[in-house]
């Protein structure tokens, strides 16, 4: 063996110990696993774990696995690592538990997303455990209840939230309200959903956490459910509350009708420095003057929030804007009220521009048709290059009216559309959507031709074209 070969062979044997004992480090060897795991590459991430794991302690690189695969959706993947860390001795930390829940609510889809999670998470309370337990767990279990519709399963562990030596923080909470306000729940929330505000009003009182705008919000929305105008009405009492908007009518129904005795909210102004109003907020508020069909209410809010709280009015609240505007007695000037807004925050965009039709095309009444119309129609003066899909659903909310005005309306506004660059799949280079595209442009050719009694020849040939497209 000559000198030289000798020399590079002793470096080689040298690079590799050295690299070897770099990776004798638990933090590089995570640090390396993550790296091959952002790059996709698992299966060498797996090897190099495995090479180690009788000498280096391992834990945080196989959580790494661990969140790529509950990211990915590889669910039963990440569990089949999760077992196998178990059995090269590797104990699960805290923040394995935490990736585990997450990934369970990320993939509620999964067949056994619930039970694999409350199977871990009453791990979590055993002996074994405990110490690791935290309400960033409980948290997390309880929005997989959430998701997957299971609010006697997330009250139940709610409740013994004490028991386990933790404290409701304002994601648990912000969680349960989410809950109350679902739909054919069955469950008598009227009484829990007191018990509950009375928690947070004095823990936030006494200041023991942060009652953030979110979950105002979810307090809010628990208050829509079945749609009593007197709950709805308490909401203006809570927004005053918890945002220093002063109501600006008499409550339909007593405080103390709610609370009894216990909290006296006229004294709100004594409990904490109010919380800033945003976007969610004044979302709320509009809602809750549609709901109790109060326009002039809801015109009337907005005005004073926008004028005294420095935010800018997004997509959503500007829609829900123009829906009680609609219905309001200044109707007549909805097209100059929609061009001021627009020109004043600048709000109008591709994605904004969907955003409204898509909004529109939830309830798809007169009112929703006409503020699609606008909007259309202001992008296309802006030459925003509207795609095909914000066209299919403009389509569908017109054609669902139905009427010969709104039909005709409608033509009028297609003729102004470029449909050979719309309906061109030149630049749309995923399969999926270039089927979502195509598909796009059938419905709005069947949509249109079942009115081509209210067309001209001329009009029956133009609408005959986009079949051909």
């Not at 929005?143 to 562990?157: G, N, R």
């Amino acid at each position: 063996m000559s000198k030289r070969f000798k020399d590079f062979f002793q470096k080689g044997l040298k690079c590799i110990r050295k690299s070897r004992k770099l990776n004798d480090d638990p933090y590089i060897l995570s640090k390396n696993v993550k790296a091959l795991v952002n790059q996709g590459n698992i299966t060498d991430a797996v090897v190099k774990i495995r090479s180690y794991s009788r000498n280096v302690l391992c834990t945080v690189a196989w959580n790494h696995i661990i969140d790529y695969c509950m990211n990915s959706g590889k669910v039963s993947l990440g569990l089949k690592y999760f077992n196998e860390m178990k059995k090269r001795a590797h104990f699960p930390n805290a923040q394995t538990f935490t990736i585990l829940l997450h990934g369970f609510s990320k993939n509620i889809q999964y067949p056994k997303s619930v039970s694999h999670a409350l199977y871990i998470y009453k791990s979590l309370c055993s002996s074994k455990y405990i110490d690791r337990l935290s309400i960033i767990h409980t948290n997390a279990i309880l929005q997989v209840c959430a998701l997957s519709k299971q609010p006697q399963i997330a009250f139940e562990i709610f409740w013994k939230i004490s028991d386990n030596n933790l404290v409701a923080d304002t994601i648990t909470y912000t969680i349960l309200f989410n809950i109350m306000s679902y739909k054919n729940m069955d469950m008598d929330i009227s009484n829990l959903r007191k018990k509950m505000l009375k928690q947070v009003i004095e823990s936030w009182k006494n200041k023991r956490f942060i009652v953030d705008e979110s979950l105002v919000c979810s307090i809010s929305r628990s208050f829509f459910r079945g749609k009593n105008f007197e709950d709805c009405d308490f909401i203006f009492t809570l927004i005053e509350l918890f945002f220093g908007v002063k109501r600006l009518e008499p409550p339909l129904k007593r405080n103390k009708d709610i609370f009894g005795d216990d909290i006296d909210l006229s004294q709100s102004s004594l409990f904490s420095n109010n919380i800033r109003i945003g976007n969610k907020g004044l979302n709320i508020i509009l809602l809750t003057c549609l709901l109790l069909k109060k326009e002039y209410l809801g015109v009337k809010y907005w005005d004073i929030i926008i004028s005294n709280y420095d935010f800018v009015p997004d997509s959503n609240n500007c829609y829900n804007y123009f829906r009680l505007f609609l219905r309001t007695e200044l109707k007549s000037n909805i097209d100059k009220k929609i061009d001021d807004i627009i020109q004043k925050y600048n709000n109008l965009n591709l994605d904004s521009v969907l955003f409204y039709m898509k909004a529109c095309s939830k309830n798809k009444t007169f009112h929703d048709y006409i503020i699609a119309k606008i909007i259309l129609k202001n992008s296309l003066q802006l030459k925003i290059k509207i795609n095909i899909h914000i066209v299919d659903l403009f389509v569908e909310i017109a054609t669902y009216i139905g009427s010969k005005n709104v039909i005709l309306e409608l033509f009028n506004i297609l003729q102004k559309l470029n449909f050979e660059s719309l309906t061109s799949l030149t630049n749309i280079k995923d399969k999926c959507e270039r089927q979502n595209a195509i598909l796009a442009k059938d419905r709005i050719y069947y949509n249109i031709i079942k009115y081509s009694k209210y067309f001209t020849e001329n009009e029956y040939k133009y609408i005959q074209i986009l079949k051909k497209l």
